[in-house]
């Protein structure tokens, strides 16, 4: 068999005939891409305005930063839950309910009178986006099919790539356009109307599916979970704070807690219960724990240099929150592009095309580094404008292609709870990049004059491309044994696919 058939097999007969059968299913996408890309545009958009609200509410620097710290902490703690949740009881079901929840709390992030009732709705807001998160991915994994799902990853993609590049340059743009007291309310407030067109569409073009037999939802397994990943992310999201340096003990008893919920969730699935997250993700899927150490290291590295840049170009170099967003626009513009493409490309290039993604984001990002340490103030920014731009082409290249890689042979099933378990190490991995690298630049800094901040910049970003390389090692690994494989033929590759073990 085929590698083609093999994946063609992995989603079951009904799979296959929802995505050929279903003739609106790229606008069904469409929708899909919007609400994933208000969800995700969420983590970075708010953070230039935190000035402005900390200021107009009259409150302190900690307390603004759960405006950003709650909806971060919430959105990774229910991203698998969730995703188990809509391979239950409907993926259809769980996006509606999590996107008119995310537009009602955006509407009340927006009119929020005090400090308090904001971080209320941030918290409410972020949950709602990770229960949308991991839905995206599995209704992709339901309604599309080989080539044409390669293509869907692909927009699905860009669509994290760019809404995490772009969010600087969105807030910049939207505190602009709102110029006045309290302007950073339409921060949030522009979600709503495009939320309630994708509300309306949704229900009109996403694929009903019936139900799972498994109705159960492993309480104990999402309470481990829960508190491991709490504990693992809160010292890092209260970081500028001192969080890592007060609560550093907490990393210990998140380990401690993920390895009990792993060995929980083995005892659940050798009772022939209902498992938070199948064992056999882990053990039996072909590159699912690759893709995922993949995707964790590269969004260490991704994640923390827009911050880090931010930092530089306003406070060194001394432009606005817009102007600093539009300087690292290339990058944003090269992903958009090379995801999409990136789409059509992965079926025949398979993991190479992530490897040569991670490559030429090293390169990319290192090239900046070297731009912005030696070159003039006046041209600096033009001049990285080249490294850049082949950063975010690599970068289309490393996100989209290694989630179809990652998610190619997992079960539609359990595709919800396999995005949000990938999706859970993306975010892990993003609040470690947006605590680490914008802590060496601070400490790089250390007060000093103009020249400082180009010593810092160089460090925080140089260290940035470190995990990338990481992942690189990865990919190439994965890369040479896929060619192995195939060299060997691998007839009983099918054997071990949880698809056929006994799964029905």
């Known amino acids: 068999m085929s590698a083609q058939a093999r994946r063609e097999g992995s989603g079951g007969p009904s799979a296959g005939a929802v995505g050929e059968a279903d003739p609106r299913r790229w606008s069904a996408l469409w929708v899909t891409l919007?609400?994933?890309?208000?969800?995700?545009?969420?983590?970075?958009?708010?953070?230039v305005a935190l000035p402005s609200m900390q200021r107009d509410l009259h409150t302190s620097a900690p307390a603004i930063q759960w405006v950003v710290s709650g909806y971060a902490l919430a959105f990774a703690l229910v991203l698998v839950?969730?995703?188990?949740?809509?391979?239950?009881?409907?993926?259809?079901?769980?996006?509606?309910?999590?996107?008119?929840?995310?537009?009602?709390?955006?509407?009340?992030?927006?009119?929020?009178?005090?400090?308090?009732?904001?971080?209320?709705?941030?918290?409410?807001?972020?949950?709602?986006?990770?229960?949308l998160a991991p839905q995206n991915s599995?209704?992709?994994?339901?309604?599309?099919?080989?080539?044409?799902?390669?293509?869907?990853?692909?927009?699905?993609g860009a669509t994290v790539g760019v809404s995490s590049a772009v969010g600087p340059v969105v807030g910049g743009l939207i505190l602009?356009?709102?110029?006045?007291?309290?302007?950073?309310?339409?921060?949030?407030?522009?979600?709503?109307?495009?939320?309630?067109i994708a509300l309306a569409l949704g229900i009109r073009l996403l694929p009903r599916t019936a139900p799972s037999d498994g109705r159960r939802l492993d309480l104990p397994g999402v309470a481990l979970l829960g508190a491991g990943v709490l504990a693992l992310m809160l010292p890092l999201v209260l970081a500028e704070s001192g969080g890592v340096g007060a609560l550093w003990w907490l990393f210990a008893v998140g380990a401690a807690l993920l390895v009990v919920f792993a060995r929980w969730e083995r005892r659940v699935a050798a009772r022939h219960g209902q498992p938070l997250l199948d064992p056999r993700l882990v053990t039996s899927t072909r590159g699912y724990v690759t893709g995922a150490a993949i995707a964790t290291l590269y969004f260490v590295g991704f994640s923390g240099v827009w911050l880090v840049f931010a930092l530089?170009?306003?406070?060194?170099?001394?432009?606005?929150?817009?102007?600093?967003?539009?300087?690292?626009?290339?990058?944003?513009?090269?992903?958009?592009?090379?995801?999409?493409?990136?789409?059509?490309?992965?079926?025949?290039?398979?993991?190479?095309?992530?490897v040569c993604g991670l490559a030429a984001v090293a390169a990319g990002l290192g090239g900046t580094v070297l731009t912005l340490r030696w070159a003039p103030d006046d041209i600096a920014v033009?001049?990285?404008?080249?490294?850049?731009?082949?950063?975010?082409?690599?970068?289309?290249?490393?996100?989209?292609?290694?989630?179809?890689?990652?998610?190619?042979?997992?079960?539609v099933r359990m595709a919800g709870a396999a995005g949000g378990a990938l999706q859970t190490g993306q975010r892990l991995g993003g609040a470690v990049g947006t605590a680490a690298l914008p802590g060496l630049f601070y400490m790089a800094l250390g007060g000093g004059d103009h020249t400082h901040y180009r010593s810092a910049v160089a460090l925080a970003v140089g260290c940035g491309i470190l995990p990338v390389l990481g992942a690189l090692v990865l990919a190439v690994r994965d890369w040479l044994r896929d060619r192995e494989r195939d060299g060997r033929g691998c007839p009983d590759e099918v054997a071990h696919s949880p698809t056929h073990a006994g799964q029905g």
Do not use: H, K
């Open 34 to 47: 919007v609400a994933g890309f208000m969800s995700l545009l969420d983590v970075t958009i708010v953070a």
């Open 81 to 131: 839950t969730a995703g188990r949740l809509g391979d239950t009881i409907g993926r259809r079901r769980i996006f509606l309910i999590a996107l008119g929840g995310f537009v009602l709390c955006s509407a009340c992030a927006g009119a929020a009178p005090s400090i308090v009732p904001l971080v209320v709705a941030r918290i409410a807001q972020g949950v709602c986006a990770g229960c």
């Open 138 to 156: 599995a209704l992709i994994q339901q309604m599309f099919r080989g080539a044409e799902r390669g293509r869907a990853f692909g927009l699905f």
């Open 176 to 196: 602009t356009l709102a110029d006045g007291p309290e302007g950073w309310r339409w921060i949030f407030y522009v979600n709503v109307p495009v939320g309630l």
């Open 312 to 354: 530089f170009f306003q406070n060194g170099l001394g432009y606005s929150p817009l102007s600093s967003g539009l300087a690292v626009t290339p990058f944003a513009i090269g992903s958009a592009v090379a995801a999409a493409v990136a789409g059509r490309l992965v079926e025949r290039l398979g993991r190479l095309l992530t």
């Open 382 to 411: 033009w001049l990285q404008t080249p490294a850049l731009l082949l950063g975010g082409l690599g970068s289309g290249c490393v996100i989209s292609p290694n989630i179809t890689m990652t998610l190619r042979d997992v079960p």
